[in-house]
């Protein structure tokens, strides 16, 4: 407890500087000022009011907040909002594209949600990893979708989602 | 003729929201000028707050205030005031009451801050000085202490052990064939994705809007408006997308209590989330211990049953479930003792959690069932339809309708029964062993009276609302389904509202009574507005005036006379002709008592399983399994199908993973997080495969409803420790069964 006390004595007070960062996000430029300690997933939600990525756990242990980032899946809660100036980025809010993405409409095909929380995530991580190219049948999908919490446990309906999407040629 | 829905396989109608993000759970309304909450926990398990030191915290820039029990707004001082649709028998945990610490975890400083960064960072920086007392956490360490519980108001929907019969004791020492077991559960929490969150919106003087998540928006309304002494019609409480809940929702958490009074005093709109960390720190599964002694004649039909069920609870209520009442439901006995008690301990009140005490005493009973079959050298399906019942025995009523032995056939069926061997460890594949299980499930099949409104409008769309849940449970599309067939309507022209304390009265939703109570309501507000119809219509052309209601089909969004007297007339002219240009029908679903009360009203399962057990490392890995539920009409056999699949994905996660590890020398959880609390992921699931043997039953409701939420789960666990000892020739009775358990017994190499 006194060592608490002693740390917390001289901690700083004053907010930390805010930066000037411009990233694009579901094709759209945005010039932000953000201050070194928000992390992209709050950003999305809390300044950007893209609150289709969700918040599950804030350590990238869920998966619930993955977006895509250069075309790439990563947990937005384990990056800071200053670190993607320049970068492009796809939420879930940006991958219907006039109608809705094929893995999208496969997700409702299939049944592969229920409270719909941890979907944004999973199918922006499906998008990702079947562009990763590693996926070759169900077991390999099964694992590499593995980063992807689902407490409701819709994860068979999941994996046929993907593969109908697979299977559907877009990613050959 | 009108298409029907009820029965067909729809998609979900919130599904296109859910899939392009824009469905919005509690913490997502953006209101100008929100204010951020951040909590801090108690570090101790039980004491007092001697001194809390906020300087730093306070001069943290963006920082607003800093509430803690010296200094929070007073809240209503009667205890009963804060005593919810689901609260024990007890007093409530009140947050920052009182300088006492009862639990660890506990809520003891909110940080209210201008962006949600501030505030968590002032969190961090507050330092607590207490005066701690020895505290009790080990429920294995004071088992001898266990008390009957308390009764109150919940143990009425929670009735406790029936009386014993006979010499139940005595007959299970004497009978030829015999099975015991002693079955330890740890503590577990619901974990949904979502975690719990407030956005509180201040309307005005004594006026809030609040976004929260919950299972019973009503529950949370009068929660509200009785602690903080609002008037009920000026809280409206608003959650139309939960992310999950498992029972987590059935009460107000202490998010709520905390948000709404950061606003008040404020006057400002306020957001307050939990961390995943404190998704540890309200409810969850409590610990038991349950010890069963079954006994059988020497033809395997069962002469004895004893179970017995201690299980944790707070110092401050006695929160109960249902545990040790389910084997005499199932299995006839002349001899019972069945006795449930309670152990107070220094810990938050345990909550209902997906199929609570079903889940927990039924893989005792199971299990055990199980044993005894073996015992009696009888295969374990054949042991049951020996012992197999139509009349629930602890009431003497016969069950209103019970599909289980054509559950058991068809799910023997397609598992491929036959072809196992019954000897343990006789089944090998590779280097693996594998074990094949099974078992039955049971939950009860209850409905509440429940109000729904059903509006018609002049371009011909029909809304019916409620103020009852959708936590993925598929309520926003079956209600739809009914609606539509009650009214005759293309389901593209009706839509159902939930989520929302301003709608027609609906109590918490769980238990699996969703479907049945809302359901019955839908019914009876549309059969309102048909009434309704009619009589308009009857004013509107003459073929009509003499028609009685059962001369009319109501299909086709409008009215025919059956004997073709006249030409039909649709809704949309009936509605465009009156004054409102809507018609309304405001009804409450009851349940028929009547009828009811003569029967014991069950959804069953059956539940078989196949698992590979790895002999060097002790992993136990389910690759298949089959579940057959007879639960009365399936209203959508693809969402009931997914309720039924992540029943089973639970099971697995109940009999393999999860468990709250608490480190007892700070009555702490040690693993609170979902790093560390093991849940499984998509690799863990292999192939799951559910059946319906539906059952006409009109008995528990018009519709024939019975409910799923518990089904799925209950008879999962059980399977797979059967499937574990047919695999290995041990019983691992200590779930979740681990690595360690499994090598400890099953490997020759220990």
Known sequence: MDENITAVKDAPVAEPKSHPVTININGQQHQL?????????????????????????????????????????????????????????????????????????????????????????????????????????????????????????????????????????QYE | MQQKYIGQPVSRVDGEAKVTGSAKYAAEFNVPKLRYGYVVNSTIAKGKIIKINLERAMAVQGVIKIYTHENRPSTAWLSFNYADMDAPPGKPFV??????????????????????????YAASLVTVEYDKEEHESDLHAHLTEARLPKKGLATLLKPGPPK????????????????????????????????????????????????????????????????????????????????????????????????????????????????????????????????????????????????????????????????????????????????????????????????????????????????????????????????????????????????????????????????????PRSMRRNHK??????????????????????????????????????????TYTVMAQIAADCMGMDLADVSFKLGDSDMPFAPISGGSFTAASTGTAVQAACLGLRKK?????????????????????????????????????????????????????????????????????????AVFVEVEVDEDFGIVKVTRMVTAVAAGKILNPKTARSQILGGMVWGISKALREESVMDHRFGKFMNDSLAEYHLPVNADINDLEVIFVEEDDKIVNDLGIKGLGEIGLVAVPPAIANAVFHATGKRVNDLPITMDKVMDYASPLV
């Open chain 2, 533 to 605: 119809l009619l009589k308009k219509a009857q004013k509107m052309v003459a073929a009509f005036t003499e028609a009685e209601f059962d001369d009319i089909d109501f299909t086709d969004s409008g009215l025919h006379l059956k004997n073709n007297s006249g030409p039909p007339l649709s809704y949309r002219e009936i509605v465009a002709a009156t004054k409102e240009k809507t018609l309304k029908s405001k009804n409450m679903g009851w349940p028929n008592a009547m009828k009811q009360r003569k029967f014991t009203r069950a959804t069953h399962s």
């Open chain 2, 95 to 120: 947050p920052m009451h009182n300088n006492k610490i009862v639990y660890n975890g506990q809520p003891i400083a909110m940080i209210v801050a201008e962006t949600f960064e501030q505030a968590r």
């Open chain 2, 164 to 423: 014993p019969k006979g010499e139940a004791e005595k007959i299970y020492e004497a009978s030829p064939v015999k099975a015991a077991g002693t079955f330890v559960h740890g503590i577990e929490h619901h974990n949904p994705m979502e975690m719990f969150a407030s956005t509180v919106v201040y309307e005005g003087e004594k006026k809030l809007t609040i976004f929260d998540k919950t299972q019973g928006t009503i529950n949370c309304q009068l929660y509200v408006a009785n602690v903080f002494g609002l008037p009920f019609k000026n809280v409206r409480v608003i959650s139309h997308y939960v992310g999950g809940a498992f029972g987590s929702g059935l009460r107000p958490q202490y998010q709520l209590f905390l948000a709404v009074m950061a606003s008040l005093d404020l006057k400002k709109s306020v957001r307050l989330s939990m961390n995943r960390h404190q998704m540890f720190t309200f409810g969850h599964r409590p610990a038991t211990v349950q010890k069963t002694k079954f006994g059988a004649n020497d033809v395997g039909k069962i002469q004895a049953i004893n179970h017995e069920s201690i299980g944790e609870t707070s110092q401050f209520e006695d929160y109960t479930e249902i545990v040790v009442n389910w084997a005499n439901m199932l299995y006839p006995s002349p001899n019972t003792k069945l006795q449930y008690k309670l152990k107070p301990l220094d810990v938050a009140s345990p909550m209902d959690m997906r199929a609570p005490g079903g889940a927990t005493g039924l893989h005792a009973v199971e299990v055990t069932i199980d044993e005894l079959a073996y015992q009696a050298k009888m295969d374990p399906v054949d042991f049951r339809l020996l012992n197999y019942t139509d009349m629930d025995q602890t009431t003497e009523k016969p069950y209103s309708s019970k599909e289980l032995k054509e559950c058991f056939k068809q799910a023997a069926d397609k598992f491929g029964w036959k072809n196992r061997n019954p000897e």
């Open chain 1, 33 to 169: 000022l953000v201050q070194p300690w928000v992390t992209l997933l709050d950003a999305l939600r809390e300044k950007l009011d893209l609150t289709g990525t969700k918040k599950g756990c804030d350590h990238g242990q869920c998966g619930a907040c993955t977006v895509l980032v250069n075309g790439k899946r990563i947990n937005s809660c384990l990056t800071l909002a200053v670190m993607q100036n320049g970068k492009e980025i796809t939420t879930i809010e940006g991958i219907a594209n006039g109608e809705m993405h094929p893995m999208q409409q496969a997700f409702i095909k299939y049944d592969a949600f229920q409270c719909g929380y941890c979907t944004p995530g999973q199918i922006c991580s499906a998008i990702g990893m079947l562009q990763e190219g590693h996926a070759t049948n169900r077991e390999e999908v099964k694992e590499l979708m593995s980063g992807n919490i689902c407490r409701c446990g819709a994860y068979s309906n999941i994996v046929e989602a993907i593969m109908d999407v697979k299977e559907g040629g």
């Open chain 2, 433 to 474: 062993l594998i074990g094949w299980g099974i078992a039955t499930g049971i939950w009860e099949a209850m409905q509440l009276p429940t109000r729904a409104e059903a509006v018609l409008t002049a371009d011909g769309k029909l809304t019916v609302s409620s103020a009852t849940s959708d936590f993925g449970t598929g």
